[in-house]
Nanobody
């Protein structure tokens, strides 16, 4: 029933910007956010945002990335500025439902490559 559709990944030069979007449907979501993963490494937090707008970021992106959500449309976005080669990864949308039996859901992932 819950479905996530991610978009916005691609190739960008160092110092450039990119915006990722995730459209969620089929539920009411307490927390929405983004994680990223590179081959051979565990998936790591990028940022999350609660239904009330409280945000949490990894230190490595805190001064460069901004997460936002539209509660009416059930979408979450990640604005990525001043991109560095070390930001290259597969980025995954993640949401948590607000039901009594809350669950976590993951998107399929979208590739972000930062290279000259």
């Amino acid at each position: 029933q819950v479905q996530l559709v991610e978009s916005g990944g691609g190739l960008v030069q160092p110092g450039g910007s990119l915006r990722l979007s995730c459209a969620a449907s089929g539920g009411v979501f307490s927390t929405m956010g983004w994680y990223r993963q590179v081959p051979g490494k565990p998936r790591e937090l990028v940022g999350t945002i609660s239904s009330s707008g409280v945000t949490n970021y990894a230190d490595s992106v805190k001064d460069r990335f901004t997460i936002s959500r539209d509660n009416a449309k059930n979408t979450v976005a990640l604005q990525m500025n001043s991109l560095k080669p070390e930001d290259t990864a597969i980025y995954y949308c993640n949401v948590k439902t607000s039901a009594w039996n809350s669950r976590l859901y993951w998107g399929q992932g979208t590739q972000v490559t930062v290279s000259s």
